[in-house]
């Protein structure tokens, strides 16, 4: 069993899925959960309950001020819709910008401070239009937070990006979470924060589409 992780937590399936993987192959597990001004910021209330349920040696909720204000993407600003449709080949308008270099380089922060010597991403297949949900973006964001850590350059070791669903579909993740017992009824994947979930977003067809492909209902709805 490995020693720590930190694990970037939103409220979704796929957080949770590798929040309780986590629990099961290391022997520390934190988790870290960030407040950018997306419009589902309801999803952070289901993290507080996934991280005390999975008992996190400690949960973080950190404000990332300056993404807030980013214009552009649906997400995050006020003046374009969520799109009803699936994900495109190419990149969504809910992308918002470097958002996972971002959370990455501050889950990092604190990884130097308590010592943590993994953190742990959901990034999966599917995503894959996102840039920063890539491979590429995943080992080129590993080799800057080692060439930047601290505690690497004074212990000589290294800081792993834990990203075990990069090959994974959503419905691989269900079925994995399914077999470590993740709680789905307490995680939450709309991009509108509405409750009930809208049904129609990009994440809630995804979501919608695995539990159906496992001829399961969703136990959140």
Request: hydrophobic share 40%; glycine share 6%.
């Given at each position: ?104 380089s501050i889950a990092a922060s604190f990884a130097d401070i ?30 800057a937070i080692n060439a930047s850590s601290i505690m690497v350059a004074k212990k ?66």
């Amino acid at each position: 069993m490995k020693k720590n992780i930190i694990v970037l937590l939103s409220g979704g399936m796929d957080s949770a899925t590798l929040l309780w993987l986590a629990k099961k192959k290391f022997k520390e597990v934190y988790a870290i959960s960030f407040d950018y001004g997306q419009k589902h910021k309801i999803e952070l209330e289901f993290a507080k309950k996934l991280a005390q349920e999975a008992k996190v040696k400690k949960h973080l909720i950190v404000e990332v001020p300056h993404l807030k204000g980013i214009k552009g993407s649906a997400l995050t600003d006020i003046s374009i819709d969520i799109p009803t449709e699936n994900y495109p080949d190419e990149p969504p308008i809910t992308t918002v910008p470097m958002r996972n270099l971002n959370f990455l380089s501050i889950a990092a922060s604190f990884a130097d401070i308590y010592e943590i010597e993994n953190i742990g991403i959901g990034v999966h297949s599917v995503d894959s239009p996102y840039p920063d949900c890539r491979a590429e973006f995943i080992s080129s964001a590993e080799a800057a937070i080692n060439a930047s850590s601290i505690m690497v350059a004074k212990k000589k070791n290294r800081i792993y990006v834990y990203s075990p669903f990069l090959g994974m579909t959503k419905k691989d993740i269900l079925k994995l979470g399914l077999e470590l017992g993740v709680p789905y009824e307490k995680t939450y994947s709309c991009y509108k924060g509405t409750l009930p979930p809208c049904k129609e977003c990009a994440t809630c067809i995804q979501r919608q589409e695995a539990f159906e492909s496992l001829g399961l209902k969703d136990p959140l709805i």
